[in-house]
């Protein structure tokens, strides 16, 4: 597995970070959406970027299709897990329990 963070705060343009993506793409490439867990970087993002700054690129850039985007932000970890969520009202749910300390969001179908 790939842990894909800390991307936006490693731009060099400001928010929404338009130069990450060529580099992100050829590690998709490489590894496969199916092996990226998307990550913040928090612990060291957080003094050049904002959470939502950091989180939004990801979620609403047309770089990835709602597949990618769904496998990156948690359905990779969900899978190495062998974790299956319920369907909920609520697009993105954070795990905190057990996996917490993988700073991963989920996007729930």
């Known amino acids: 597995m790939i842990k894909v963070s800390g991307a936006c705060a490693l731009s060099r343009e400001p928010y929404p970070f338009p130069d990450i993506w060529d580099p992100l793409a050829r590690v998709f490439d490489a590894w496969g959406f199916d092996r990226c867990l998307w990550g913040t970087d928090w612990t060291r993002a957080f003094a050049v970027v904002n959470y939502e ?11 990835l299709s709602d597949t990618e985007r769904a ?7 969900a899978k190495a897990c ?13 795990l905190w329990e057990r996996r917490a300390k993988y700073n991963v969001f989920l996007l729930a179908g």
């Open 53 to 63: 700054q950091a989180v939004e690129p990801f979620l609403k850039t047309d770089r």
């Open 71 to 77: 496998m990156l932000m948690g359905g990779a970890c």
């Open 82 to 94: 062998g974790w299956s969520p319920k369907k909920s009202k609520y697009q993105i749910h954070l």
